[in-house]
């Protein structure tokens, strides 16, 4: 199933789970997740936190997904080359 931000802060609130800042993030978010299963209260609590946390990161860093090549290179060293060497 899909799940909005806003509905899985609600369902980790309801459980008592993830710190305040965490929750609040993701009752900002227009964001969503998928999590296994028919209904979001039969969704073991540990999945409910990893996509929390994964809604989280994409909150936090919108462009991760959208680095330029080399971005793993040593401080945006031209590929091949490392500032290391």
Known sequence: MIV????LAGELRRRKLGRPE???SLSRTSASAWVPG???NE???ELLMLAALSLADAVAS???SATPMGAGTARGAPLGRSTFA
Do not use: V
């Open 62 to 64: 919108p462009m991760q």
């Open 43 to 45: 969704a073991p609590s």
């Open 22 to 24: 965490l929750r609040d």
């Open 4 to 7: 909005e931000g806003m509905q």
């Open 38 to 40: 028919a209904e979001l």
